[in-house]
């Protein structure tokens, strides 16, 4: 699996990174399918909902689409991505209307990405991750998912690498009210 | 208060529930058709902003160069001719003639305070009875002469 290797991952990115800037718009479908999934799960995080987090991706691709130079001398390309997508996010969740605000924050976000078929252990942690503020669950999820570093982490956030692992452990300790039975029987 | 043993557990579960979701089938064809849009509409706004500033730097150079090397005007030698322009009002009610100002003879090097000072005598009866006269003439001559007066062009 993809996130079993995150340095090669970063590397894949950095390379892809560096044909966008020689090849042009071209070389944005390599950035695409190797980026998307993992974008589309962050952003998702971040808007609660699966089309924002695709006008997110895809609001973000176009921008380094037309900047590509900037992503490829960027010191961590993947982190700069993520950066990027979260302000599309963020630009998207904040343009929302209000009563359509209230509506999604009333679901949770793991009900749009759940892949059918899959275990009901692994659903029940991600729908108690959508109960996590944004701001933390997003730290978890690169933490955990993306498996970066709590300086990428920040980089990322635009914070001190302190405040993302403070927000880690508070994330972590709110998810333990909720899974702390299932946590056991699971290892058990 | 958790332990850390409890969240290395928790972290282990959220580790193992990773997931990637599969984008749209679509989503691809979007993002790639809207970036070749976007990169065409940044190329000809580009082009747009280096046409105009060629343009609109041309006519400055231009403009500069009629100022500096083109016919300057000459700066006016005779100076009197925009001098000071005097300005005169008639009314219906008065004559045409401008006031005559009444010269009075002084001795020379002095001025009118030190002429009163020192020959009150004939200035006192030249001023008296020229001054008695003309106030009393101008009264009837202002009232006869009113028909006199011409009408304002």
Redesign the interface.
Known sequence: METGEPIDFAEQVRHCALELARDGVGALASVYDVTASRLIRYASTLTRQRDDAEDAVQAALVRIALRPRVLAEARYPWAYLLKVVRNESLNIVRRRKPMRRLKVRTKSWCEYVAEPGEQELHSYVRRALGKLPPTQAEVVVLKIWEEMTFAEIGEVLGQSPNTAASRYRYALQKLSQHLHTLAELYHD | M?DLR??R????????????????HQ??H???K???E??YR?KLWKRFGITTSAVSGTLVIVYVGFRLFGSAPTPTQNSTQNGPVSVRIYSPGHNLEPPVVEQTTTAAGTSLGESLYFHPAPLQSVDSSSAARPAAESGQSNLSNNKDVPTNP
Do not use: Y
Request: glycine residues 0%; positive net charge; aromatic residues 4%.
């Open positions: 958790t409890q969240l557990e928790i972290e282990r579960l959220v580790e193992d529930s990773v997931f990637l979701p599969s984008p749209r989503l691809k979007r993002v790639l809207r970036a070749i976007a990169k940044h």
